[in-house]
């Protein structure tokens, strides 16, 4: 009888590796993809609300935009983000899509007034 549990027992150990074996890749491509969206998401959110404070806070004393840039990739660095090439592409996106809204809105008040 001890035979019996001792083979039951290391079927059921091999069942057990071989799941894992097949599961783990699959977990962890899941993962990968799902924190790497998570944490592009997470950095557009920043890049976006730093731009707009950098606007807000340099708007009228910066009009060539360098100390703006150098607030947003600064506040970004000390989030320990990476300031790439593509993260200054996306926070030219941020200050081009803030630019359209206060376009827009200059546009709307000029001409109800």
């Known amino acids: 009888m001890e035979d019996l549990y001792g083979i039951i027992g ?19 491509a899941w993962l ?7 944490a592009q998401e997470r950095l557009c ?14 708007h009228d004393t910066d009009p060539s935009g360098e ?6 990739q600064e506040q970004l660095a000390a989030l320990g983000v990476e300031v790439t090439e593509a993260v200054r592409n996306m926070v030219e996106g941020a200050v081009w899509e803030i630019n359209m809204e206060t376009r827009k809105a200059c546009a709307a008040g000029g001409g109800n007034g």
């Open 10 to 28: 290391k079927l059921l150990a091999a069942l057990m590796a071989g799941l894992l074996a097949y599961l783990t890749p699959k977990v962890r």
């Open 32 to 38: 990968e993809a799902n924190t790497s969206r998570a």
């Open 45 to 58: 959110l920043l890049v976006q609300s730093f731009a707009q404070a950098a606007e807000q806070l340099y």
């Open 67 to 72: 100390a703006r840039s150098r607030f947003v």
